[in-house]
């Protein structure tokens, strides 16, 4: 692993996404604890390690203050909106200037079944203490960082408000105005550079399934084959009941993730 060179990507490790978080995912401080002690256990052989830091505004159209209905009222959290709702007036942006955009914007989502856009609980938003990196991961980080005179790459995703920005390489729809919601050739580059890349974080059924998409989809055939998802440092949102089942849809995604031939190990079992 020495003459290796290793890449760690840690996707979205902040506190709104940990256990007590607005956004929890049951587990993932324990995913974190396990990721840390890989870091520290290993640190020496890994070459990089990158960082997305999901950043969001109270006002996202992914929160229910971008939102009101003919009565003044906000959709709950999980609530989803289409895009026939909008046209029917159901749901309308407060800023009414972007009805045509939110339009487009459902109308893309769901071409292609997609999905339907949901509200999530406000999370991750800047300069708050959620915003903020799980602590024990983010000691085992400056460690690295101090150890391997080495600067850990933050890559802020999500901060244009008026589009959802899952994966680590681009925003769901980019908008042609901000080039911080287009393709990320600059940190794809650097992951086709590397002999192995690790990939962990939250929420697995969510973004660190259209981060690995996204890299899949744009790295190059040759190269999926370095891409290690850790199982163990990354846990799926719980179904929805009568709504979505998470850990089902991305149980059935990794098989074919799979057979593209990324591979499916853990963070004990990568480094045998």
């Known amino acids: 692993m020495r003459n290796k060179k290793i890449d ?12 007590d978080g607005s956004l929890p995912v049951p587990g993932a401080r324990a995913d974190m604890e396990r990721v840390a002690l890989m870091i520290n256990k290993h640190h020496k052989s890994l070459n990089d390690i990158h960082v997305t830091l999901d950043s969001h505004r109270p006002i996202d159209v992914s929160h229910g203050s971008f939102w009101v209905d003919s009565n003044g009222n906000q959709p709950a959290p999980f609530s989803q909106i289409t895009n026939q709702s909008i046209k029917d007036g159901i749901w309308t942006p407060r800023i009414h200037s972007l009805r045509d955009h939110v339009l487009k914007y459902t109308a893309f989502l769901e071409k ?4 339907t856009h949901t509200i999530w609980p406000d999370h991750c938003l800047i300069g708050s203490e959620g915003y903020a990196v799980d602590p024990v991961l983010f000691e085992a980080t400056k460690e690295w960082a101090a150890q391997s005179v080495a600067l850990v790459d933050f890559i802020v995703k999500g901060s244009d408000f008026r589009v959802e920005h899952f994966g680590a390489l681009q925003a769901e729809m980019p908008m042609d105005d901000n080039p911080e919601t287009q393709l990320n050739s600059r940190f794809l580059e650097t992951l086709q550079k590397a002999d192995q890349v690790l990939l962990v974080g939250e929420a697995l059924s969510h973004c660190v399934r259209a981060t690995v998409q996204q890299i899949v989809d744009n790295i190059g055939a040759d ?3 370095k891409l290690n998802l850790l199982l163990d440092c990354s846990t799926s949102i719980p179904a929805i009941p009568n709504v979505v089942d998470f850990p089902a849809l991305t149980e059935a995604w990794l098989g074919d993730m799979k057979k593209l031939g990324l591979v499916l190990t853990d963070s004990q079992q990568f480094w045998v």
């Open 8 to 19: 760690l990507v840690i996707i979205d490790p902040q506190n709104d996404f940990m256990d």
């Open 112 to 115: 292609g079944g997609k999905y």
């Open 223 to 225: 190269h999926i084959k």
